[in-house]
């Protein structure tokens, strides 16, 4: 029972697009969510996170959206770079267990095309 | 400052074998996770540990799998016997107080290949 969802294995991109990655979770406890981008023959490096009680988070290239009422949550990078080319896993927790337990998606893979 | 290493970062062992790998989280890190990577189900966690002690082992597929921190700046993850099935990448991570938004901080994986 996957309870983080990424239905897109893959995804390409032009270069200095905007690329549009998306979420979906089932359990409803779930109130923190994050990205992590990973690198071939690397771990994965924590990108960006947002809290339920927001609905966008944004740093630099990367906005996080989250959308309660839908279960979704999407990033997106503008404008998309050669080096943005990676595995984007999503994650989520819920935090009111006081439980670090992070519950990842299976990844979508980027590729961002020059 | 070093990150999370892990040990060996390849591993290829026949079924039927022990298996032990290796974790050593940053230096002052509270909380100590193992994570298993396949292709089917992603990054799923196996367990974890805060202040060394086990606080959630619910992803720990079966007996075969064991996982010891008998200090803050070591852990270990043993599979025994070792079954094709569990050929994937591992991850150790860790993190640094103990509180649920605390980012996780990720080692560069272990490789097992079970023939």
């Known amino acids: 029972d996957q309870q983080v969802k990424q239905n897109s294995p893959s995804l390409s991109v032009q270069e200095g697009r905007i690329s549009i990655l998306n979420c979906d979770y089932t359990n409803s406890m779930f109130d923190y969510f994050l990205w992590y981008k990973k690198y071939p023959a690397e771990g994965p490096t924590f990108l960006i996170s947002?809290?339920?009680?927001?609905d966008k988070n944004e740093d630099g290239r990367f906005t996080v959206f989250l959308n309660k009422s839908a279960k979704h949550l999407s990033l997106h990078i503008v404008p998309s770079q050669p080096g943005d080319s990676a595995v984007y896993f999503c994650a989520a927790r819920a935090t009111n267990f006081g439980n670090e337990k992070l519950t990842f998606g299976t990844g979508t893979r980027l590729t961002i095309i020059p | 400052d070093a990150g999370v290493i892990q040990s060996p970062r390849h591993e290829v062992t026949e079924m039927g074998q022990e298996v032990t790998l290796r974790c050593k989280p940053i230096?002052?890190?509270?909380?100590l996770f193992w994570y298993r990577q396949t292709m089917m189900r992603g990054l799923e966690l196996l367990i974890y540990f805060n202040n060394n002690v086990p606080i959630d082992d619910s992803g720990m597929p079966e007996d075969r799998f064991s996982a010891k921190m008998p200090n803050a700046s070591f852990s270990t993850l043993k599979i025994q016997p070792s079954e094709p099935r569990d050929s994937a990448v591992y991850f150790c991570?860790?993190?640094?107080?103990?509180?649920?938004?605390?980012?996780?901080?990720f080692g560069p994986g272990t490789r097992l290949t079970v023939l």
């Open positions: 947002i809290s339920s009680i927001k």
């Open positions: 230096s002052g890190h509270n909380s």
């Open positions: 991570a860790s993190s640094p107080k103990g509180r649920s938004t605390d980012t996780q901080y």
